[in-house]
């Protein structure tokens, strides 16, 4: 799949910065594995405030077919930039959110990613019973 893979053009706004290229996918991650636990980005951090925009080139296309060999002996050959807010046109292709899959919009549609503020907590009993406190 990655050797048929067609470039396509992107243009990216990642905290009102554009980024523009041809390039053969995006991921705008918040953890650093995508896919079927694929390492895609090492710098991800689910706590930093940031999201990670990836992006793959075409001239990085025979390097991200190596690594896919063996994803956890180096790190990915992907460009990384870090924001806050993240906004692009959705044109064309397919997108994916968590585990769905969304057919191509029948016209451009905006699209703006941001993290909310406040961060999940998870609360967690104790099963000790308080047992080996001080």
Request: glycine content about 10%.
């Amino acid at each position: 799949m990655m050797q048929e893979a067609e470039p396509e053009r992107f243009e990216i706004g990642i905290d009102g910065e554009v980024f523009a290229g041809d390039f053969l996918f995006v991921e705008i991650l918040n953890l650093g594995r995508t896919g079927p636990a694929l390492p895609i980005s090492f710098a991800a951090a689910p706590d930093d405030g940031l999201l990670d925009v990836v992006f793959l080139f075409e001239g990085d296309r025979a390097r991200m077919s190596r690594w896919l060999t063996d994803p956890d002996g180096a790190p990915s050959p992907v460009t990384t930039r870090k924001g806050r807010k993240i906004d692009f046109k959705w044109e064309r292709g397919h997108a994916r959110i968590d585990d769905r899959v969304y057919l191509p919009p029948s016209s451009a549609t905006p699209i703006k990613i941001k993290l909310e503020r406040d961060s999940l907590r998870v609360l967690v009993p104790d099963l000790n019973g308080g047992a080996g406190r001080n």
